[in-house]
């Protein structure tokens, strides 16, 4: 199968492009300027359940419970 991987240099581009295509997978860090990787997982997920959303932090614990569910893996 053939694979193809985007990027973003921040935030408010990753979104953008999330509604622009049509992606499996969302990689993203916790602490970005302009918006954090959990405001990016919510609206992802509220536009698509199934996305997969991954996000990658040494900080976990500053992950509130609550918003767990929009994020597959940590």
Do not use: R
């Amino acid at each position: 199968t053939d694979s193809e991987v985007h990027y973003a240099i921040n935030a408010l581009e990753a979104l953008s492009m999330v509604y622009q295509n049509n992606y499996d997978i969302i990689i993203t860090d916790l602490t970005m300027p302009e918006l954090n990787g959990m405001i990016i997982a919510e609206k992802v997920k509220n536009m698509n359940k199934n996305l997969i959303t991954v996000i990658m932090t040494g900080w976990i614990e500053e992950i509130p419970e609550k918003n767990k569910k929009y994020v597959d893996y940590i």
